[in-house]
């Protein structure tokens, strides 16, 4: 009989809480996670995870105390490590928790995985304070009722105000979603949640929190049935929170930490003194990739990345968006030719099963960075940026109602992108992006054209 992970014979003891985690999902449990397990000192490091606006996984990961399986699934064999760096799992609803662990002088280091769309910012990289939900929480926070909060930015400022007053001393954050220069975005969010909410903070704010740039890569697809199946038929175990991943992993990260953290650079990560030219290497070359076969390959038929990157026209549509990304990438041609011959390889990966509508998501979100700074560049260096026009032709479709179902977590303000004829609804789109090269738009409508619209 299939037996559930435990402590008692599988992982490690209970660390203690020196990390909280917002955000408790699969690449969480994928990226960071995994980091903190194989640090030399995993011992000392216990990470407190809280999940978004559900507990999901987490009611499955208390249950077998908060351990887990990692399958890292190559393109032949599959390997297994049962991940023990989650002390303890929360729901996002327990801010009570949240701020208990923030006034504790061992916890120093808090990382986040929340998604682009869960940092509310507004089109100038500012906090959205226009957002009622972004309001109601200033206006908790300046009242003193912290637990009532309910965004991201509230819990983060929040947790911050409670520590100050607790004089619990200096506390590092980690931003690890797919941002440019992430830390100077989460710098700038809670700045600006603090000088509205409670700027006697702001003090605390300069002098003891640091903020870190990073740059993460790991595809993590959604977790299914299969990978259960394949943990209970190899380990004997009944693992319901297990996940797969890829063997390849990356993390780079810029920035001083204003307290102790766990040696992740003996598990494989790198600190640089500036991550901007790998984070424009991924943000590009992997995410808008991703994001192009999302919108244009399930236009053509494709589910999977595999599936995508092995159809000619679709690896052909990829290479002429990376030929545009390279020519504006600040690193040497053959340091970006052996990243793309690796990415290759990645999507190539049958066995990942990695889910095209899964990357879809958040289209309004991710283009802005993914796609369209190379395509300006490109446009204003003379060039014809195909590749690149073809995935703003491709998401146009999407808004449509072609390819992948549609999911944005700003559904409400591009919903009117879609409407009208085709025609209209290019100029709408390269109106939200900030378009406004009459050839591209041209282009972008007959790429639309060509695609079916």
Known sequence: M???????????????VRIVHLGLGNFFRAHQAWYTDRAPDAAQWGIAAFAGRSMGIGAELSRQQN?????????????????????????????????????????????????????????????????????????????????????????????????????????????????????????????????????????????????????????????????????????GVDDPAALATEPFSE????????GPRPSWEEAGAVFVDDVVPHETRKLWLLNGAHSLMAYAATIVGHATVADAITDPIVRGWVDEWWDVAQRHLELPDDVIADYRAALLQRFSNPRMKDQLSRIAADGSQKLPIRIVPALLADRKAGNSPLGAERAVAAWTLHLRGRGAPFNDARSDKIAHLSDGSLEDSVDKVCEFLEIDDRDSKASILTLARQLGG
């Open 2 to 16: 299939a037996r559930r992970l435990n402590r008692s014979t599988d992982g490690r003891p209970v660390a203690d």
């Open 67 to 235: 351990l887990y399986t990692l399958v890292s699934v190559g393109p032949e064999r599959n390997e297994y490590r049962v991940i023990s760096s989650i002390s303890a799992a929360h729901s996002g609803h327990d801010v009570a928790a949240l701020l208990d662990y923030f006034v504790r002088p061992e916890v120093s280091v808090v990382t986040m995985t929340i998604t682009e769309a869960g940092y509310l910012c507004n089109e100038q990289g500012r906090l959205d304070t226009s957002n009622p939900d972004v309001a109601d929480d200033i206006e908790k926070v300046g009242s003193g009722n912290l637990v009532a909060v309910r965004t991201a930015p509230g819990k983060l400022a929040a947790g911050l105000l409670s520590r100050s007053r607790a004089g619990a001393g200096p506390i590092t954050l980690v931003c690890c979603d797919n941002l440019p220069d992430n830390g100077t975005m989460l710098a700038t969010v809670l700045g600006d949640f603090v000088r509205e909410a409670c700027p006697e903070a702001s003090a605390y704010l300069d002098d003891e929190v640091g903020f870190i740039t990073t740059m993460v890569d790991r595809i993590t697809p959604r977790a299914t049935d299969a990978t259960r199946q394949a943990v209970l038929d190899e380990c």
């Open 251 to 258: 993390w780079v990260l810029a920035g001083t930490f204003t």
